[in-house]
Every structure is written in structure tokens, then in C-alpha cells.
T-cell receptor, first 114, second 117 residues
Framework: KAGVTQTPRYLIKTRGQQVTLSCSPISGHRSVSWYQQTPGQGLQFLFEYFSETQRNKGNFPGRFSGRQFSNSRSEMNVSTLELGDSALYLC?????????????FGPGTRLTVL | AQKITQTQPGMFVQEKEAVTLDCTYDTSDQSYGLFWYKQPSSGEMIFLIYQGSYDEQNATEGRYSLNFQKARKSANLVISASQLGDSAMYFCAMREGRGGSNYKLTFGKGTLLTVNP
């Protein structure tokens, strides 16, 4: 099976712009989660989607949004970019929703905001 | 209070030796899962090993084993016979299962492991 894929891998934007990141989960996985990783804050949960529904959301401003399509692919959008949004954005997929279901991560999208 | 605590920011180990990376967790849930991930400098998070709260035996996956002490709320990762390729950041994470309403992984700050030749 192919792993989790994320596009693009690298992105450079300027303040005030918006950006859309894409994640394709492992085939058959219906749960997709997004995380932000920064040197200062570490890994922080953004949101989780299952069957096109957002079921859990982390403590991030409304500028961060996401969606999931019927084929389980997910997109994450950040509007009005700020310098502090520079981070590695990781997507993870899971074939279940319980505490026992491991999440498999993609390679990440490294976003730089200038 | 932090849910996942990794007290070792950095660790050094000689090639072929074993190393233990510490992880303690805090939860009031009875049902939870504990995970270890490896993150090389490339950035990708690689799943290593998993331990369920109801599992009576410690999990093992090749050279990785998880020393699970439920009463002490610790889930230490043991890497046997370290290899140069093991040099990476290691994260301990927990997923709590509150009746299916909480799906996120909570991560610790990580431990940077360096394997010396």
C-alpha cells in the first residue's frame, strides 16, 4: 500500500497570503488528522476528519480550516498568513477511530512565511 | 499539566548498545493508547511501536520494545543494539479514548538521540 502523501512538500508565502495544503491518506483509511510542528511549540493537533466530518479541533484560530472529500483526501487552508505560521504541517491517517488505532504520518509540508 | 513528559532533551549512545528513552503520561481515562514515533532530520514521522492500556504484555517490534508500567504511568522505549541510523528525534504520544470523542494524539517534546560510532 502507498503511504500518506502530502503536497506540496515545500512552500514559501508572504504575510497576508493564504495557502492550501493537501493530504491523501492510505487507501482505506477514513480518518485524517493534521498537526503543526514548530521548534517552540512542538507538535500540536489542528483537527481531525472522519467521513467528511470534522470531529475534533485543536486550539487554533479560525484562520486555520480544513475539509475532507468523499475519497478521504483532505485539505487544510490557512488564510491571512502570519510569520508564526511557519512550520512543518503533518498529516496522519488512521483506519479506525479508537484509542488503539495508530496514525501513519506523511512526509509533511514545510511552510515558510516571509 | 503536561499529558506527556519526556525528561531527556538529548541522549547519546554508543553503536550496538541499548538505550532507554523515558516517557511518562497523565490521563484519567481507562482506555488509551501509547505510541512512539521516530522523526529523522527529513521530517517524516515514522511509527515505531504501540501499547494499549489494556495490554498485559509489553509491546515489542524488532529492536524496539516498550517498557509499560501502568501504575507508574510510564511507557519507556527501549532500543536494543543501536545503529547509526537510529539517530533521530523520538516522540512519545498518547491517544485517549473518551467514548470515541477524542481522537487526537498528544505528543511529548521529544528526545534527540545521537548514536556514536
Amino acid at each position: 500500500k502507498a503511504g500518506v502523501t502530502q503536497t506540496p512538500r515545500y512552500l514559501i508565502k508572504t504575510r497576508g497570503q493564504q495557502v492550501t495544503l493537501s493530504c491523501s491518506p492510505i487507501s482505506g483509511h477514513r480518518s485524517v488528522s493534521w498537526y503543526q510542528q514548530t521548534p517552540g511549540q512542538g507538535l500540536q493537533f489542528l483537527f481531525e476528519y472522519f467521513s467528511e466530518t470534522q470531529r475534533n479541533k485543536g486550539n487554533f484560530p479560525g484562520r486555520f480550516s480544513g475539509r475532507q472529500f468523499s475519497n478521504s483526501r483532505s485539505e487544510m487552508n490557512v488564510s491571512t498568513l502570519e510569520l508564526g505560521d511557519s512550520a512543518l504541517y503533518l498529516c496522519a491517517s488512521s483506519d479506525g477511530t479508537g484509542a488503539y488505532n495508530e496514525q501513519f504520518f506523511g512526509p509533511g509540508t514545510r511552510l515558510t512565511v516571509l | 499539566a503536561q499529558k506527556i513528559t519526556q525528561t531527556q532533551p538529548g541522549m547519546f549512545v554508543q553503536e550496538k548498545e541499548a538505550v532507554t528513552l523515558d516517557c511518562t503520561y497523565d490521563t484519567s481515562d481507562q482506555s488509551y493508547g501509547l505510541f512512539w514515533y521516530k522523526q529523522p532530520s527529513s521530517g517524516e514521522m515514522i511509527f515505531l511501536i504501540y501499547q494499549g492500556s489494556y495490554d498485559e504484555q509489553n509491546a515489542t517490534e524488532g529492536r524496539y520494545s516498550l517498557n509499560f508500567q501502568k501504575a507508574r504511568k510510564s511507557a519507556n522505549l527501549v532500543i536494543s543494539a543501536s545503529q547509526l541510523g537510529d539517530s533521530a528525534m523520538y516522540f512519545c504520544a498518547m491517544r485517549e479514548g473518551r467514548g470515541g470523542s477524542n481522537y487526537k494524539l498528544t505528543f511529548g517534546k521529544g528526545t534527540l538521540l545521537t548514536v556514536n560510532p
